[in-house]
């Protein structure tokens, strides 16, 4: 019994041994390749946010200069027609993005929506529908009140879509 166990001990420490030299994932963290953010570029994944060549308009710092950007935001035109494909892509994303505030309906009970102390308006509204196409993607972009922007979630081409669906499907009360 003695030599068995004797041997057992032999056989496991030389068994570490041989681990030790020959497997790549029994290492310390010291001697761990590491890359710190100073050292190099880590490339962008598939599906991240760009940094650059996004839009870098100032955003407005005080409440006048927020109406006065919406305001000017009324000559902006909508590049995208409202064709089939644009609706079904721009309620995709709408459910992707704006349902858990605006609710299914677009009356601003989503779940989220009704947690907030200022309520997501409802699309279904005049103050919504009456608003210029640019109006809309200018708060799309750039939030309002409780609502967080979208520019960096969202391509201009994807808020052009989402106008396109709000349109379609709440405009027509």
């Known amino acids: 019994m003695r030599r068995t166990t004797q041997a057992v001990l032999v056989v496991t420490l030389l068994c570490q041994a041989v681990a030790g030299w020959g497997f790549p994932w029994d290492k ?11 050292e190099s570029q880590a490339p962008a994944g598939p599906h991240s946010i760009p940094v ?33 494909e644009s609706v079904a892509l721009g309620e995709y994303l709408f ?6 505030c605006h609710g299914v309906e677009g009356r601003g009970d989503g779940p989220v929506g009704v947690l907030l102390e200022t309520s997501p308006v409802d699309m279904h509204d005049a103050y919504t529908q009456d608003q210029a196409d640019g109006q809309l ?8 009140v409780t609502m967080p922007y979208y520019r960096d979630a969202l391509s201009q081409e994807e808020r052009w879509h989402v106008i396109n669906y709000i349109r379609e499907e709440f405009g027509s009360e």
Do not use: Y
């Open 137 to 144: 993607f200018f708060t799309i972009t750039r939030g309002r």
């Open 28 to 38: 310390d963290m010291v001697d761990q390749p590491s890359a710190k953010p100073q």
């Open 52 to 84: 650059v060549g996004g839009e870098t308009l100032p955003n407005p710092t005080t409440e006048a200069g927020l109406f006065a950007a919406k305001d000017e935001a009324v000559t902006l035109q909508n590049p995208v027609a409202a064709t089939a």
């Open 95 to 100: 459910q992707l993005n704006c349902l858990v």
